[in-house]
């Protein structure tokens, strides 16, 4: 039979166990929960998740609607659903910029549709928009400003000192690289079925090549951040430093 000091040395053990963690659990965690930092941090820029997928909507609404009713009832039905979904967000608290900018870009669409008097038009936006990113992240490229790192520094109050590292440079120039290519595709292709008049490809194209191209970039940028070693700076380390 076990004696009262075996027990008591087994009890002490027993509670010393689920605090027993190496260095490099400690450093795993704190790693794994400033990256998820970081995606939220670049989430909340777009919306979170759900404001990637509600930018769908209008076009799923406009393009049968048109089909079916006529392009004056798609154009007031796209338009009804963004609204619909900036009274949600307003409810529910949420951010409202980007349901802002979604209505705000919904009604250029449907403005655009209108005087055209196409249902092709209520696309043109969109694909002209993707060009001027494209080319707007080229050029921070080109100058040796990669637009990843300078919204990146913004965001996060990490400045511009990441310019001095060639290494740092280079994860952010792959990063940009990667939203070029994502807006430079969705033009190329895009404009391809405008030109061709394939609308219900086009609206297609539109939502296969939104946030799953996004969700792609998301995370070529959370990885070159990592790699980078600019992850956010926690509250408590803030704090600190304050």
Known sequence: MPSSNENAAEIHTQGREPFDAGPTDVVDRFVDAETEEAEQTLLEQLGG?????????????????????????????????????LVWRLVRRSPIQPAISGFLGVGICAFIAYRMGEAKGFFLFGIYTSLVYAGVF???????????????????????????????????????????????????????????????????????????????????????????????????????TA
């Not at 997928?53 to 009804?80: D, E, H």
């Open 138 to 240: 080229l050029v921070s490229m080109l100058v040796r400003w990669p637009l990843v790192g300078v919204v990146w520094g913004v965001l996060n109050g990490h400045g511009t000192e990441w310019r001095s590292d060639r290494r740092v440079v280079c994860l952010y120039d792959l990063a940009t690289t990667t939203w070029v290519v994502v807006f430079g595709a969705r033009y190329l292709v895009q404009s391809q079925l405008y030109d061709t008049d394939r609308t219900g490809w086009l609206a297609f194209a539109r939502i296969a090549m939104g946030w799953p191209l996004t969700a792609v970039a998301l995370a070529v940028t959370v990885w070159a951040v990592r790699r980078a070693g600019h992850l956010p700076v926690s509250r408590g380390t803030a704090a600190e």
């Open 49 to 85: 998740f759900s404001g990637l997928i509600y930018s769908t909507l209008p076009v799923l609404v406009f393009v049968p609607m048109n089909t079916f009713a006529g392009l004056t009832v798609a154009i007031w039905s796209a338009l009804g659903v963004a609204a619909a979904i």
